[in-house]
């Protein structure tokens, strides 16, 4: 089996996310969720020991069963982090054809730099519209994002929304 690598900022971690690891891990056994800093998007709720926590509780059910989750954060490329970690692949998901032009782009640029292949993976349909930004704007206004996130993340977005 293979180890893939999953890079995001995880802020926080929804079910969109889990869904990438549940099929990676369906595909190549070992999934590496990396919490990477993202110069280009604005720093979020969560310091990244926060994330790395939350990432651990939410993906902790996923694993066993000869399945393996890690949980890793690095500071710098995704490429680096896949060759620092062990990583066979980079591993993305894909919701929209947005996202396919993006990680295209990236997934090229890595393979010419690296030579680190990335792998795309479907979104559930059910699950497309998630994300962390929606998720966060939502729970600042008191909003319901219980359907969006792992029962484990909820509690963390409560205290962050009395903190703010």
Partial sequence: MATVLYPGSFDPVHLGHLDVVEQALELFGEVIVTAMHNPSKPSGWFS???????????????????RTVRVASFGGLAVDAARSLG???????????????????????NYVAAAVRTVYLPCNPALVYLSSRFIREIAQYGGDVSAMVPPSVLPHLQRATREA
């Fill in 48 to 66: 990244l020991d926060e994330r790395l926590a939350i990432l651990d509780e939410a993906v902790a059910p996923l694993r066993g069963e000869g």
């Fill in 87 to 109: 990583a066979d692949f980079i591993v993305k998901g894909l919701r929209t054809g947005g996202d396919f032009e993006v990680e295209q782009q990236m997934a090229q640029t």
